[in-house]
């Protein structure tokens, strides 16, 4: 229900934006959020966005060069990233669920139900 695309192998300072399609029109109300996994280490928080798409929230190690946005026209969740680096690379994935969040900290310790496969973004120094 949930399916990511737009990882590829990028170098330094380059961008790309990953897209997550949602399917159900449940979705277009649920809090979205993008979290990544590099490996060896733990699942981390990225970036979030309310259901209206209004609100949007960010780990420090991203913000301002990272941006959240959905279209729900096309019930898509973008991660538009810029200057990336090295330490980006990780496997990024997509999370929704129904419960509603009410701040940064809910964004990022409550569970999340649904998530997509994951898309990789290695990036080359």
């Known amino acids: 229900q949930l399916v990511e695309s737009g990882g590829a192998l990028v170098q330094a300072g380059g961008s790309l934006r990953l897209s997550c399609l949602v399917s159900?029109?449940?979705?277009?109300?649920?809090?979205m959020a993008w979290f990544r996994q590099a490996p060896g280490k733990e699942r981390e928080f990225v970036a979030a966005i309310n259901w209206g798409g209004a609100s949007t929230y960010y780990a420090d190690s991203v913000k301002g060069r990272m941006s959240i946005s959905k279209n729900r026209a096309k019930d898509t969740v973008y991660l538009q990233m810029n200057s990336l680096q090295p330490e980006d690379t990780a496997v990024y994935y997509c999370a929704a669920d129904p419960v509603l969040r009410n701040d940064f900290h809910d964004y990022v310790s409550q569970p999340y139900t649904y998530w997509g496969q994951g898309t990789q973004v290695p990036v080359s120094s």
């Open positions: 159900g029109s449940t979705f277009s109300r649920y809090p």
